[in-house]
Protein backbone atom coordinates (compact mmCIF):
# COMPACT_ATOMS: atom_id res chain seq x y z
CA UNK A 1 0.00 0.00 0.00
CA UNK A 2 2.97 2.23 0.83
CA UNK A 3 4.48 1.74 -2.70
CA UNK A 4 1.55 2.88 -4.24
CA UNK A 5 0.46 5.51 -1.93
CA UNK A 6 4.72 6.98 -2.99
CA UNK A 7 3.68 5.61 -6.84
CA UNK A 8 0.18 8.28 -6.79
CA UNK A 9 2.34 11.58 -5.08
CA UNK A 10 5.30 10.85 -7.60
CA UNK A 11 3.16 10.72 -10.23
CA UNK A 12 1.70 13.91 -9.26
CA UNK A 13 4.63 15.32 -8.98
CA UNK A 14 6.17 14.66 -12.36
CA UNK A 15 3.19 15.67 -14.28
CA UNK A 16 3.43 18.94 -12.25
CA UNK A 17 7.13 19.36 -13.08
CA UNK A 18 6.41 19.22 -16.77
CA UNK A 19 3.55 21.71 -16.23
CA UNK A 20 5.98 24.28 -14.58
CA UNK A 21 8.81 23.62 -16.61
CA UNK A 22 6.45 24.46 -20.03
CA UNK A 23 5.02 27.61 -18.49
CA UNK A 24 8.52 28.94 -16.75
CA UNK A 25 9.50 28.29 -20.26
CA UNK A 26 6.93 30.80 -21.69
CA UNK A 27 4.46 28.12 -23.23
CA UNK A 28 1.58 29.36 -22.86
CA UNK A 29 -1.02 25.77 -22.00
CA UNK A 30 -4.17 26.50 -23.93
CA UNK A 31 -6.38 24.25 -25.40
CA UNK A 32 -9.94 24.12 -27.14
CA UNK A 33 -11.79 21.24 -27.21
CA UNK A 34 -14.82 22.96 -28.98
CA UNK A 35 -16.39 25.01 -26.47
CA UNK A 36 -13.82 27.97 -26.45
CA UNK A 37 -9.76 28.43 -25.27
CA UNK A 38 -9.45 26.59 -21.78
CA UNK A 39 -6.01 27.15 -19.73
CA UNK A 40 -4.36 23.79 -18.28
CA UNK A 41 -4.16 24.46 -15.03
CA UNK A 42 -1.88 23.31 -12.33
CA UNK A 43 -5.06 21.80 -10.68
CA UNK A 44 -6.22 20.18 -13.58
CA UNK A 45 -2.86 18.34 -13.80
CA UNK A 46 -2.85 17.37 -10.48
CA UNK A 47 -6.79 15.79 -10.45
CA UNK A 48 -6.23 14.23 -13.55
CA UNK A 49 -3.03 12.40 -12.87
CA UNK A 50 -4.19 11.65 -9.67
CA UNK A 51 -7.33 9.76 -11.07
CA UNK A 52 -5.27 8.22 -13.52
CA UNK A 53 -2.65 6.77 -11.17
CA UNK A 54 -6.21 6.08 -8.80
CA UNK A 55 -7.56 3.99 -11.83
CA UNK A 56 -4.04 2.50 -12.50
CA UNK A 57 -4.47 1.26 -8.79
CA UNK A 58 -7.69 0.52 -8.37
CA UNK A 59 -7.18 -1.82 -11.49
CA UNK A 60 -4.33 -3.89 -11.01
CA UNK A 61 -6.07 -4.56 -7.24
CA UNK A 62 -9.35 -5.88 -8.55
CA UNK A 63 -6.84 -8.28 -11.38
CA UNK A 64 -5.12 -9.01 -8.22
CA UNK A 65 -7.43 -10.80 -6.83
CA UNK A 66 -9.00 -12.11 -10.00
CA UNK A 67 -5.76 -14.06 -11.64
CA UNK A 68 -2.53 -15.34 -10.80
CA UNK A 69 -1.31 -13.13 -13.80
CA UNK A 70 -2.47 -9.97 -12.81
CA UNK A 71 0.51 -8.07 -12.90
CA UNK A 72 1.29 -9.21 -16.55
CA UNK A 73 -2.39 -8.30 -17.74
CA UNK A 74 -2.02 -5.56 -16.02
CA UNK A 75 1.07 -3.73 -17.40
CA UNK A 76 -0.43 -4.85 -21.06
CA UNK A 77 -3.62 -2.83 -20.81
CA UNK A 78 -1.80 0.11 -19.06
CA UNK A 79 0.63 0.12 -21.99
CA UNK A 80 -2.07 0.54 -24.32
CA UNK A 81 -4.24 3.48 -22.50
CA UNK A 82 -0.86 5.15 -22.00
CA UNK A 83 -0.33 4.68 -26.28
CA UNK A 84 -4.04 5.55 -26.61
CA UNK A 85 -3.78 8.76 -24.44
CA UNK A 86 -1.18 9.87 -26.82
CA UNK A 87 -3.25 10.23 -29.70
CA UNK A 88 -5.48 13.01 -28.66
CA UNK A 89 -2.87 14.95 -26.42
CA UNK A 90 -1.47 15.27 -29.62
CA UNK A 91 -3.48 15.97 -32.21
CA UNK A 92 -5.77 18.50 -29.59
CA UNK A 93 -6.49 22.06 -30.61
CA UNK A 94 -3.68 24.23 -29.21
CA UNK A 95 0.37 25.17 -29.99
CA UNK A 96 2.92 23.01 -30.74
CA UNK A 97 4.38 23.67 -27.32
CA UNK A 98 1.14 22.91 -25.39
CA UNK A 99 0.86 19.42 -27.39
CA UNK A 100 4.77 18.62 -26.70
CA UNK A 101 3.71 19.69 -22.50
CA UNK A 102 1.05 17.51 -23.07
CA UNK A 103 2.29 14.44 -24.35
CA UNK A 104 5.08 14.79 -22.26
CA UNK A 105 2.66 15.01 -18.76
CA UNK A 106 0.90 11.65 -20.30
CA UNK A 107 4.37 9.73 -20.84
CA UNK A 108 5.83 10.58 -17.28
CA UNK A 109 2.37 9.96 -15.69
CA UNK A 110 2.17 6.77 -17.79
CA UNK A 111 6.11 5.54 -16.93
CA UNK A 112 5.83 6.19 -13.37
CA UNK A 113 2.23 4.45 -13.07
CA UNK A 114 3.48 1.44 -14.94
CA UNK A 115 6.44 1.18 -13.39
CA UNK A 116 6.11 1.86 -9.92
CA UNK A 117 2.62 0.14 -9.40
CA UNK A 118 4.68 -3.38 -11.45
CA UNK A 119 7.26 -2.70 -8.32
CA UNK A 120 4.63 -2.50 -5.90
CA UNK A 121 2.59 -5.34 -7.12
CA UNK A 122 1.71 -8.71 -5.16
CA UNK A 123 3.69 -11.52 -6.87
CA UNK A 124 1.99 -14.56 -7.34
Excluded at 7 to 18: D, E
Excluded at 66 to 87: E, K, Q
Excluded at 104 to 111: D, P, Q
Aim: proline share 2%.
Amino acid sequence: MRSRSITLVVAVLAAVAVWSIATVAGTRLTVDQGAGPQDVTVLAVIVTSALAALLGWGLLAVLERLSARATMIWTGIAVVVLVLSLVPASLVDASAGTRVALVLMHLVVGAVVILGLRQGARRA
